[in-house]
Nanobody, 117 residues
Framework: QVQLVESGGGLVQAGGSLRLSCAAS????????MGWFRQAPGKEREFAAT???????LYADSVKGRFTISRDNAKNTVYLQMNRLKPEDTAVYYC???????????WGQGTQVTVSS
């Protein structure tokens, strides 16, 4: 099993910045990709960004150029730097990790990000 713990959410004004962190623990040797999804009130969960341990990144069009995903392999931690935040970025942000050994995808409990206009 892999446990994911997110931190860094909060309330920020439009145009501001936040940095989310997600630390993985447990059976982490097989993790090869981590990322972030988000779910706004009344909407389905959507992809935001992902990073492979090789360093390859992928972003949703809605966050490209504003968000940056990075990782610290030694700490099994992934970060999401969110700049120029917009009210439409308001959502619960979930960390996810993919395990190549088990084929499982793990999810964190989520952290709330609220952007006021």
């Amino acid at each position: 099993q892999v446990q994911l713990v997110e931190s860094g959410g909060g309330l920020v004004q439009a145009g501001g910045s936040l940095r989310l962190s997600c630390a993985a623990s447990g059976r982490t040797l097989g993790i090869y990709r981590m990322g972030w999804f988000r779910q706004a009130p009344g909407k389905e969960r959507e992809f935001a960004a992902t990073i492979r341990w090789s360093g390859t990144t992928l972003y949703a069009d809605s966050v490209k150029g504003r968000f940056t995903i990075s990782r610290d392999n030694a700490k099994n931690t992934v970060y999401l730097q969110m700049n120029r935040l917009k009210p439409e970025d308001t959502a619960v942000y979930y960390c996810t990790a993919a395990d190549s050994r088990s084929g499982d995808n793990y999810w964190g409990q989520g952290t709330q990000v609220t952007v006021s206009s």
